[in-house]
């Protein structure tokens, strides 16, 4: 088992900035992935980053060139921080963790971003 805690995420006007952190304890693999989904009122859940195994990034195109996200792979812990956001970025934000175990993608129990306009 992964357990996974999130902290971040609040209330900000349209343009400006939050940051959201996550960390992970209990059986890490050595390679594995962590990064950020996000569902919104109605809607799918979706990525929005997330840094691979290989320790690549990878970007929703809506998250590219406004979210950065960085992941200590020492202390478990993985950071989205969010900048010009807009009220379109309002959503819950789920913090995952996934390695090649079978079984083994674990959920944050989702943490609310409001970005008024």
């Known amino acids: 088992q992964v357990q996974l805690v999130e902290s971040g995420g609040g209330l900000v006007q349209d343009g400006g900035s939050l940051r959201l952190s996550c960390a992970a304890s209990g059986s890490i693999f050595e390679l594995y992935s962590m990064g950020w989904y996000r569902q919104a009122p109605g809607k799918q859940r979706e990525l929005v980053a997330i840094v691979l195994g290989s320790g690549y990034p990878k970007y929703a195109d809506s998250a590219k060139g406004r979210f950065t996200i960085s992941r200590d792979s020492a202390k478990g812990t993985v950071s989205l921080q969010m900048n010009s956001l807009k009220p379109e970025d309002t959503a819950v934000y789920y913090c995952?963790?996934?390695?090649?175990?079978?079984?083994?993608?674990?959920w944050g129990q989702g943490t609310q971003v409001t970005v008024s306009s």
């Open positions: 995952n963790y996934k390695d090649p175990r079978p079984a083994h993608e674990f």
